[in-house]
């Protein structure tokens, strides 16, 4: 959860949507049971996916990196939990950190004014090996930017085939890519025609707002759930179908 939201609220029901792409994250990083894995996490938010992923995969060790993050809760956070170190700056991180697994760039890079730049300059670290993937997940589809995009500083929304422009001129190999949340595509196009008519929504959406019961959750997550692997099977087919957000999974271009 994005912690300019998260702050707007004193408690969290998770919502399914949260929920459900934790364990998209998951099946995506496809991580091995046994193996130790060292992970930076860009724009962390609350680190509800490290307490997930740790719960499913207990030898991980988290690096996380938000800028909205106090001193003081840096401090505490890295103190609750010795596999999740906290920091409130790349600066700072970027020092510390050796060779990388993994890089996640969650819902984060729409956030960057000079997108394609910061790329370029995080995959030249020398943290970022050949043997470092890059999992970069963002909203999709421009038309439908709303005043929550606004509120959240997006400065854009991605195509997929925008995405690959991008990945691909931080001279980046592509293992794979899709979008997901076919469902979530029709209420998003709703509320974009509700803003043109009625004008500008509410800042904060169902994410921090949600109170459904337990059960209801764990339905509508399941849903979004299957939701993701019906996309995959129609990605496996050669049939890409739109989502409301898009990712792609990639590493450096190997050097003949």
Request: charge should be negative; include cysteine.
């Given at each position: 959860m994005d912690l300019k939201e998260r702050r707007k609220i004193e408690t969290v029901r998770r919502h399914p949507w949260e929920m459900s792409r934790a364990g998209i994250i998951?099946?995506?990083?496809?991580?091995?049971?046994?193996?130790e894995y060292e992970i930076l996490?860009?724009?962390?938010g609350d680190l509800f996916l490290e307490e997930y992923l740790l719960g499913k995969h207990p030898r991980l060790h988290f690096y996380c990196v938000d800028i909205a993050y106090s001193e003081e809760e840096v401090l505490l956070l890295s103190q609750k939990n010795k596999q999740v170190k906290v920091f409130n700056n790349f600066t700072a991180?970027?020092?510390k950190v050796k060779q990388m697994d993994f890089i996640l760039l969650l819902d984060v890079v729409e956030h960057i004014e000079t997108d394609q730049a910061f790329l370029k300059q995080l995959t030249n670290r020398p943290f970022f090996t050949e043997h470092t993937e890059i999992l970069i997940t963002v909203p999709a589809f421009q038309s439908l930017y709303t005043s929550h995009d606004l509120f959240l500083g997006h400065y854009r929304r991605y195509s997929l085939r925008k995405l690959?422009?991008?990945v691909r001129q931080a001279d980046l190999k592509i293992c794979t890519s899709g979008y997901f949340?076919?469902?979530l595509l029709l209420p998003r196009?709703?509320?974009k025609g509700k803003e043109k008519i009625l004008g500008k929504g509410k800042e904060t959406t169902?994410?921090?707002e949600w109170k459904g019961k337990n059960g209801w959750t764990s339905l509508l997550k399941k849903v979004l759930t299957f939701d993701y692997h019906v996309g995959r099977i129609f990605n496996?087919?050669?049939?890409r179908l739109p989502g409301l957000s898009t990712y792609v999974l990639c590493r450096k271009k190997s050097v003949s």
């Open positions: 998951d099946s995506l990083l496809k991580l091995e049971p046994e193996r996490d860009i724009g962390c991180v970027a020092d690959k422009d991008l949340y076919t469902s196009i709703l509320k169902g994410l921090v496996s087919i050669g049939i």
